[in-house]
């Protein structure tokens, strides 16, 4: 089976590091051209579209906070003028403050609900509105902890689990105009990310990798594939499927 992504134009939301960044490296890898979306990591943009043209592909780096309207409407701007109409959307940026019930503060709850939810629905509404549109893979990474509901994590799972919820939704409302909408559900990994919060080498993630039957922590090396797949045609007639990539965790 010849997986090929030439002709796609891709983009990777919080794409400057962890599972986003290698997921940009796989889909460039594959033929799409890709754009690599950060907040704050300008250098590691830079990082992930250099490593990108090295190897023969197509990125550019582009500042965009994904939970807000008109910094949305520039990424979208910036990669159509860049590489053409976007066809392939990977929703990957995300937070996660873990926290017990009592300590959620409305700024944190806000915070989650804009960065993990409502950034979903707007780079959705951006992808739909492009004059033109064909056919469209839309991926949302999600996490598989929304089922297995993990405690300190109420503000992320719940985000998390809305975003399975719109995902299956979006699949019903979307495929009528050949727009597949699917969700990827990364178990606990090794990344930026959770080595900047401690997790990584700490008794909670011993714990965490006791309950993984494929015994060990994800990296971002796990999650590409799939994506790939998944964008490209061999997936055309998978729309709203919720997978767990989580070494059998759920
Ligand atoms: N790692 C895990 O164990 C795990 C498990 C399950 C699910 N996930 C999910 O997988 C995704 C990636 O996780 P990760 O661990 O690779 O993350 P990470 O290392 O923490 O990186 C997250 C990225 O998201 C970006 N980001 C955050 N808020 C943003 C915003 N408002 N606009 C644009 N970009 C934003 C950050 O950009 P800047 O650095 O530029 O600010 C950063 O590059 C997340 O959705 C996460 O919830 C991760």
């Given at each position: 089976?010849?997986?090929?992504?030439?002709?796609?134009?891709?983009v990777?939301?919080?794409?400057?590091?962890g599972?986003?960044?290698?997921?940009?490296?796989?889909?460039?890898?594959?033929?799409?051209?890709?754009?690599?979306?950060?907040?704050?990591?300008?250098?590691?943009?830079?990082?992930?579209?250099?490593?990108?043209?090295?190897?023969?592909?197509?990125?550019?780096?582009?500042?965009?906070?994904?939970?807000?309207?008109?910094?949305?409407?520039?990424?979208?701007?910036?990669?159509?003028?860049a590489?053409g109409?976007?066809?392939?959307?990977?929703?990957?940026?995300?937070?996660?403050?873990f926290a017990p019930?009592?300590?959620i503060?409305?700024?944190?709850?806000?915070?989650?609900?804009?960065?993990?939810?409502w950034?979903?629905?707007?780079?959705?509404q951006?992808l739909?509105?492009?004059?033109g549109?064909?056919?469209?893979?839309?991926?949302?990474?999600?996490?598989?902890?929304?089922?297995?509901?993990?405690?300190?994590?109420?503000?992320?799972?719940?985000?998390?689990?809305?975003?399975n919820?719109?995902?299956?939704?979006?699949?019903?409302?979307?495929?009528?105009?050949?727009?597949?909408?699917?969700?990827?559900?990364?178990?606990?990994?090794?990344?930026?990310?959770?080595?900047?919060m401690?997790?990584?080498?700490?008794?909670?993630?011993?714990?965490?990798?006791?309950?993984?039957?494929?015994?060990?922590?994800?990296?971002?090396?796990?999650?590409?594939?799939?994506?790939?797949?998944?964008?490209?045609?061999?997936?055309?007639?998978?729309?709203?499927?919720?997978?767990?990539?989580?070494?059998?965790?759920?």
């Amino acid at each position: 089976m010849d997986i090929t992504l030439e002709g796609r134009t891709a983009v990777v939301t919080g794409a400057a590091k962890g599972i986003g960044a290698r997921i940009a490296v796989d889909l460039a890898a594959a033929g799409a051209a890709v754009v690599v979306n950060y907040r704050t990591d300008s250098a590691g943009a830079d990082r992930v579209a250099k490593e990108i043209t090295e190897a023969g592909g197509r990125a550019i780096p582009v500042r965009a906070d994904v939970g807000r309207g008109e910094d949305v409407t520039a990424l979208f701007t910036a990669a159509r003028d860049a590489f053409g109409t976007v066809d392939v959307l990977v929703n990957n940026a995300g937070i996660s403050v873990f926290a017990p019930i009592e300590a959620i503060t409305e700024e944190e709850y806000r915070r989650h609900v804009d960065t993990n939810l409502w950034s979903t629905l707007l780079t959705t509404q951006a992808l739909i509105g492009q004059p033109g549109l064909g056919a469209a893979s839309i991926i949302n990474v999600s996490t598989a902890g929304t089922t297995f509901h993990p405690p300190y994590a109420a503000l992320y799972v719940a985000t998390k689990a809305a975003v399975n919820a719109a995902t299956l939704v979006a699949a019903t409302e979307l495929g009528p105009r050949g727009i597949r909408v699917n969700a990827l559900l990364p178990g606990y990994s090794d990344t930026e990310g959770t080595r900047a919060m401690g997790f990584v080498g700490s008794p909670m993630a011993d714990q965490a990798v006791s309950g993984v039957p494929l015994g060990r922590l994800g990296t971002p090396d796990d999650y590409g594939p799939l994506a790939v797949f998944l964008s490209s045609d061999a997936a055309r007639f998978i729309t709203g499927a919720v997978v767990h990539v989580s070494g059998g965790r759920r």
